[in-house]
């Protein structure tokens, strides 16, 4: 996790909150194959390998959670 520090001479009084933040990115992608079972592996695979990439153009939503 990285926490992110404005300022590095932080007075005493402050205190420190730790929030994760998750992001949505979302791509439809086709492929042809002769059932839904196997059309899922062969998207898991090219995902897994690397061709299919998902980037901020993907970008669906984000939420910001505090962590206690």
């Known amino acids: 996790m990285t926490s992110f520090s404005p300022s590095s001479s932080a007075p005493a009084s402050?205190?420190?909150f730790t929030f994760e933040i998750w992001?949505?990115?979302v791509k439809c992608i086709?492929?042809?194959a002769e059932n839904v079972e196997e059309a899922y592996h062969?998207?898991?695979r090219l995902y897994k390998r690397?061709?299919?990439i998902l980037d901020a153009e993907d970008f669906?939503?984000?939420e910001?959670?505090?962590l206690e």
């Open 23 to 25: 992001e949505t990115l």
């Open 30 to 32: 086709t492929v042809e």
């Open 42 to 44: 062969e998207v898991r």
């Open 14 to 16: 402050l205190t420190e």
């Open 60 to 62: 669906l939503d984000y």
């Open 50 to 52: 690397g061709d299919i």
């Open 64 to 66: 910001i959670t505090f």
